[in-house]
């Protein structure tokens, strides 16, 4: 799925994914490729997605390990949208 994270002033991140995990309002949730479509509000927290794929990102979005897949961002809040396999994360 196609993950675009947008903050008022720049892309930080545009890519496929695999996983999504993000900070709700009500607690921690993961989108998966084939997901409902959903709008949700997201708080304070962290933001990970796995990716198979070499890509470039913003210096904010870091990846952990050499070898690992997995990406995270500390995030102050904003909105999460996922149509169709295509995942807009708008950051307050």
């Known amino acids: 799925m196609?993950?675009?994270i947008i903050s008022p002033k720049e892309s930080l991140f545009s890519g496929e994914v695999?996983?999504?995990?993000?900070?709700?309002l009500s607690g921690r949730f993961q989108l998966l490729k084939g997901h409902a479509p959903i709008i949700a509000a997201l708080k304070e927290g962290p933001l990970w997605?796995?990716?198979?794929?070499?890509?470039?990102?913003?210096?904010?979005?870091?990846?952990?390990?050499?070898?690992?897949?997995?990406?995270?961002?500390?995030?102050?809040?904003?909105v999460v949208e996922m149509l169709h396999n295509d995942v807009v994360v708008l950051l307050d």
């Open 2 to 4: 196609k993950l675009d």
């Open 49 to 78: 997605f796995e990716s198979k794929n070499t890509m470039e990102s913003h210096p904010l979005v870091q990846k952990h390990g050499t070898n690992s897949e997995m990406f995270h961002l500390e995030i102050k809040g904003g």
């Open 18 to 24: 695999d996983a999504i995990s993000l900070p709700g």
